[in-house]
């Protein structure tokens, strides 16, 4: 329980580094400010993904049949989801290995910024039904 904790201050340290990259790459679009905005991508993504590690050690188990549908589903949709969200950065930085200045253009990082919303959203989504279909459950068996 004690290393939930510790990543779920990193996450949220690391969401106000990456929203203040953001912020400050817009508005005073310096090589700097967008070189912050890009370094906190992989460390949200590395956080994230020992998140997720952390939720399917922890798991929802309650009963054998059931609960492993559950998990699965959520172990399916959280892998598919990061892998989806780490390949477009894997895109990302490939245009940038052929053009060094992808990184610097603010539709690329308006876009990125908004698909990792759109991911942190699913995925919380993805959690959120695992618990409620725990919940569901666990009424049913009592």
């Not at 700097?32 to 993504?45: A, E, G, Q, V």
């Not at 940038?96 to 919303?117: A, C, E, P, S, W």
Request: charged share 20%; with cysteine.
């Amino acid at each position: 329980m004690r290393i939930r904790k510790i990543l779920n201050v990193l996450l949220i340290l690391v969401n106000v580094f990456m929203i203040t990259g953001f912020v400050l790459a817009l508005v005073y679009a310096t090589e700097y400010f967008k070189s912050i905005f890009w370094i906190s991508i992989p460390l949200f993504m590395a956080i994230i993904a020992l998140d997720i590690n952390e939720w399917s050690k922890i798991g929802l188990d309650i009963d054998k049949e059931k609960s492993r549908v559950i998990k699965r589903s959520f172990d399916d949709s959280t892998a598919l989801l990061l892998v989806f969200y780490v390949l477009l950065f894997l895109i990302i930085c490939f245009f940038q290995q052929l053009d060094k200045r992808v990184f610097q253009h603010n539709y690329v990082i308006i876009g990125f910024f908004i698909m990792t919303i759109v991911f942190e959203l699913f995925m919380y989504l993805s959690l959120h039904n695992a618990k409620r279909d725990t919940a569901k459950l666990l009424e049913e068996q009592h």
